[in-house]
């Protein structure tokens, strides 16, 4: 494939009908009201030059190249910045404009650098594009006068240079940073010829408040912004259509190559998820895939003790089926088992669930989604009747009030984010609902109108004071509630109780009753509210009963089955959903059906030809517990470190070392490999050849960049250690696998490489009656039918402060690192956090004598860490925060046993601690990107 | 430091027992048995059983109500 160039049609598209009608060098156009005259004429196959345009941003009117004549109008007025009018008649090519574009381009190349030749945007320069497109054959000032050509070149950016020299400060950087991201990290500086771009205050790009969304770069229309592996490698020469292998989001890119190597990726114009923007993972952190850290080659080991020994793979293969065999015999069916990853593609997923159920012959699967989003699968399920978010990403447009519970979309979702931030800017209002003061709570042009700073593990409380006051004070949608739902009555009845009134509850959650009233009511009286929520639900004793809570909510004020509403959980790694869908859970088959469901089970045993258990299998927690009791013996292990992902790391440890055989399949030797006897090289996503599908049930190709460095696909290997164990599985290609899922799988119906080839991507369900998908769920009716109202009684955590504890601990993510880190340490984002550091307010800060910049000892009743202090009052007193991005840090150490009650997922969020200091010594703190 | 010994199936046998509190005895069981019996895996099941029946298992009432609920569960 050569190099993809979306077409630039200079200003935004508007929507509505094309209803304007005007002739543009004698073509008639039509178009919605509002478009632009450049934009018209791009329609109709008419470039009209332009340097400060570009159609992800509104027009500015700058650089005066794209004038037009317009019949009835004094003057050339430019192109972008005018509007279409009925029976306009427009000219853009006469002799007077291209005399007064030539004049402009003068100017502009009078202070210009003349050194196209060893440029690194040499042949992808719009300014010298523009040159061409003008005729420009002299510059008649001269290059000799006053210029800018000295100024120096920022390169305090990991990824990319701002080389001042290079500016027409056409401003298309500050408005993509405005515009596109929200950031407002980048102004115009100064007047008239002393114009610069300033990155904050003046002071470099890394200290200023840039995210690297690399939003500027993508803008610019020089080599004044440009990623440096350009300036190294050269220009790519061809591109290869893929999906981010980062968060939920799922944007899709263009992967920029000049032979097998990546020099950059691109975002795409037309991903439905991103639409063209990407945040500094995506865009940057790939340099992982070809880290020298990588294995490549299969390893073995009898004991964990024993030294690692590099074996071919068929070596490996045959180890692991005759181990795995050799241990059923001799400990039962059950007595093995094996984990998904959320990194891995669907293909890859639904390849290691039927190994699991096919050849190992029972249930014992689970997926990393049990430690994050395993509450939303039971609660959405229980409410609404499946494990999905209710609305597409581009439905927030259409939100009035935007309700974020428990997550941080600037960190962890940060594409979406600067959706969510452009429509707060448009007017919507925002309640955050978090004891962590967010950045979205107040940042450049955004301030919510309530934050709810409830104290850790009172959600539920919380939820529930809210439909108290939803149903006392007669804002209960009852149309809605009559025609779509179920148990409403009894619900209402027992919501309406006093002990869940916001007065009963605000010593449990800290939160003034009377902004609990407020908020709720601007929920509950918008045209449209919608939920979005994370981990800060999910994670908790009551994670699941959270998540009814909150679907209860949006039902009773009928804010479910349109644009604009729903409740929508960000899902925290790239394919979460995938795995959720492809029957990872140990009671599920794909498509979220029982493993008990003779019916369902029929279809796979007739395909699969093996009979297949009917009992639930173990939980990853489960599974540790079966170790530790002996009844486990061995694990597989793909693409997920649990030893520094899940809670309470010396029980993890304990019980992987309690196993007879543990496989882990992964890019990286990392903490869990220490306790494995055999290592499978995975792929990177460049390398994989598959689907992923985000948090709204998009499903994306993830296209391959370059052949497998491991000389293997993650689910030939698959395949062959089920062959190995006596199970015939086989596949020619991935695209086999979804061909598969897609027979078997009623939501997934239809659903081929080559229809996404040809659609793009579609979001499930996909069936007769939506071929392409359903962006919208529940429009009308619910997946179970009628909606149904669950009591959500608030029940303490188990997990609190006492006076050896008397700190609560919370854990989270920040921008530029991702989940275990073993990506993104290994990329330039590591100068934005390059370690894990508690967050502590002031005041507790003070009372234990600890300094910004200490070093101190965290302690739970389960397990010590030490890292670095970082006061800030953006947490409350008495509570603390870190990331567990670094395994020098261990987070989980400290973090217990206690679990959602109805899904097991680990209560990440609620740790009792206490904090002292050990080591006194201030060290420099490192800018921390997500302040 | 120290960490709980209390056996994992009786520590989540009277965390799901905890949350249906308020309801009515018999319903509850029974839906705490349907929860279990969905969600667990046999030999989980098979202890649960065995311990409902034994003094001092420290199980919630609402817990041993819903074992006895329980059909055999049978593993391998």
Known sequence: MSLIKEQDYGTPARPGEATVSVEIDGKTVLVPEGTSVMRAAAEAGIDIPKLCATDSL??????????????????????????????????????KLAELRRGVMELYISDHPLDCLTCPTNGDCELQDMAGVVGLREVRYGFDGENHLDLPTDSSNPYFDYDASKCIACSRCVRACDEVQGTFALTLEGRGFATKI??????????????????????????????????????????????????????????????????????????????????????????????????????????????????????????????????????????????????????????????????????????????????????????????????????????????????????????????????????????????????????????????????????????????????????????????????????????????????????????????????????????????????????????????????????????????????????????????????????????????????????????WGRTLQSEPGLRIPNMFDAAIDGSFRALFVQGEDIVQSDPNTKHVTAALSAMDLVVVQDLFLNETSKYAHVFLPGTSFLEKDGTFTNAERRINRVRPVMAPKTGKHEWQIVCEIAQAMGYPMKYDDAAQIMDEIAITTPTFAGVSFAKLDQVGSVQWPCNDNAPEGTPIMHIDGFVRGRGRFVDTVYVPTKERSTRKFPLILTTG??????????????????????????????????????????????????????????????????????????????????????????????????????????????????????? | MTTTHTPPHIRLANEISAQFQQRDPAAAAQEIAQHIQSFWDPRMRAKLIADAGAPGSGLDPLAVAAAALLPPAVHG
């Open chain 1, 198 to 607: 300033a990155a904050g205050a003046g002071g470099s790009f890394m200290e200023s408040d840039c995210v690297s969304c690399g939003a500027c770069v993508q803008a610019c229309p020089t080599a004044t912004l440009q990623e440096r592996t350009v300036v190294e490698l050269g220009m790519p020469t061809r591109s290869v259509l893929t999906t981010c292998a980062y968060c939920g989001v799922g944007c899709s890119f263009k992967a920029e190559l000049r032979g097998d190597e990546v020099v950059r990726m691109v975002p795409y114009k037309d991903g439905k998820a991103n639409e063209g923007h990407s945040c500094v993972k995506g865009r940057f952190a790939f340099g992982y895939a070809s880290h020298p850290d990588r294995q490549l080659k299969p390893m073995v080991r009898e004991r964990i003790t024993d030294p690692w020994r590099e074996v071919e793979w068929g070596e490996a293969v045959e180890y692991v089926g005759k181990r795995m065999l050799e241990i059923q015999a001799g400990h039962g069916a059950g007595a093995i088992g094996g984990i998904t990853s959320s990194r891995c593609t669907n293909e890859e997923v639904y390849a290691v669930q039927k190994m699991v159920r096919a050849a190992f012959g029972n249930n014992n699967v689970d997926t990393c989604a049990r430690v994050c989003h395993s509450p939303t699968g039971y609660g959405l399920k229980q409410t609404y009747g499946t494990s999905a978010g209710t609305q597409d990403f581009k439905s927030v447009e259409k939100a009035d009030v935007i309700l974020v519970i428990g997550a941080n979309p600037t960190d962890a979702h940060p594409v979406f984010a600067s959706r969510i931030k452009r429509r707060l800017r448009q007017g919507a209002k925002l309640i955050v609902a978090d004891p962590r003061r967010i950045d979205l709570v107040r940042s450049p042009h955004i301030e919510a109108q309530h934050h709810l700073r409830l104290m850790p593990g009172t959600n539920v409380a919380l939820i529930n004071a809210m439909a108290h006051v939803v149903v006392t004070e007669g804002l209960v949608d009852r149309e809605f509630v009559a025609e779509r739902c179920e148990d409403f009555d009894e619900w209402e009845r027992f919501i309406s109780g006093p002990e869940h009134s916001p007065e009963a509850v605000e010593e449990i959650t800290g939160v003034p009753a009377a902004d609990v009233r407020a908020a709720t009511r601007l929920y509950a009286s918008a045209p449209n509210a919608t939920i979005m929520y994370g981990l800060g639900v999910t994670e908790h004793s009551q994670g699941s009963t959270m998540v009814m809570g909150m679907a209860n909510l949006a039902m009773a004020t009928g804010n479910i089955g349109r644009e604009g509403v729903g409740v929508n959980p960000l899902r925290g790694q790239n394919n979460v959903q995938g795995s959720c869908d492809m029957g990872s859970f140990p009671h599920e088959l794909p498509g979220y059906r029982h493993v008990s469901d003779d019916a369902v089970r029929n279809v796979f045993e007739t395909l």
């Open chain 1, 813 to 931: 993510r920040i921008l530029s690192q991702y989940n275990v880190g073993a990506q993104t340490r290994r990329t330039g984002n590591s100068a934005w956090h390059p370690e894990d550091l508690l967050e502590m307010h002031p005041h507790d800060a003070e009372v234990r004598g600890v300094r910004d910049g200490d070093t101190v000892s965290l302690t739970s009743r389960v397990g010590e860490t030490s890292l670095r202090v970082k006061i800030d009052d953006r947490m409350p007193v008495g509570v603390v925060y870190t990331t567990f991005h670094h395994p020098v840090t261990g987070a989980n150490v400290v973090t217990t046993e206690h679990s959602d009650w109805a899904t097991n997922c680990p209560e990440y969020k609620v740790t009792a601690v206490e904090v002292a200091l050990r080591n006194p010594t201030p060290a420099t703190a490192a800018p921390a990107m997500a302040e």
């Open chain 1, 58 to 95: 509104e027009p500015f009117g700058s650089c005066r190249l794209c004038l037009v004549d317009i019949d009835g109008r004094k003057g050339s007025p430019a192109s972008c910045t005018t509007p279409c009018t009925p029976g306009m008649k427009v000219r853009t090519q006469t002799p």
